[in-house]
């Protein structure tokens, strides 16, 4: 069983930052992970993903400002979340794909609340 724990989500005000952080349970090689989020009332979003060998793809509206990055060793893949905007404001799920299966894990989420 592979289990994906969230933390360091918050409320901030505009322009300020949260880093946020998922530890897995468990990795394969090649799984790609990242981060999802969804705002009240409107579709899940991919935010960030990182794939095994350090390929980075991240969402327009947040490109400049959020950094993803991944320790396999520490099974760990962080979120630094910079000049945060209220539109951020959402529910921030960690994933976790493994590759060559069907299997996706999911954290539980994390709220980001950013005030005006």
């Known amino acids: 069983q592979v289990q994906l724990v969230e933390s360091g989500g918050g409320l901030v005000q505009a322009g300020g930052s949260l880093r946020l952080s998922c530890t897995a349970s468990?990795?394969?090689?090649?799984?790609?992970m990242g981060w999802y989020r969804q705002a009240p009332g409107k579709q899940r979003e991919l935010v960030a993903t990182?794939?095994?060998?350090?390929?980075?793809d991240y969402v327009d509206s947040v490109k400049g400002r959020f950094t993803i990055s991944r320790d396999n060793a520490k099974k760990t893949v962080d979120l630094q979340m910079n000049s945060l905007k209220p539109e951020d404001t959402a529910v921030y799920y960690c994933?976790?794909?493994?590759?060559?299966?069907?299997?996706?894990?999911w954290g539980q989420g994390t709220q980001v609340t950013v005030s005006s």
């Open positions: 994933y976790s794909r493994r590759v060559g299966t069907v299997y996706t894990y």
């Open positions: 990182m794939t095994d060998g350090g390929s980075t």
């Open positions: 468990r990795i394969f090689y090649g799984d790609v």
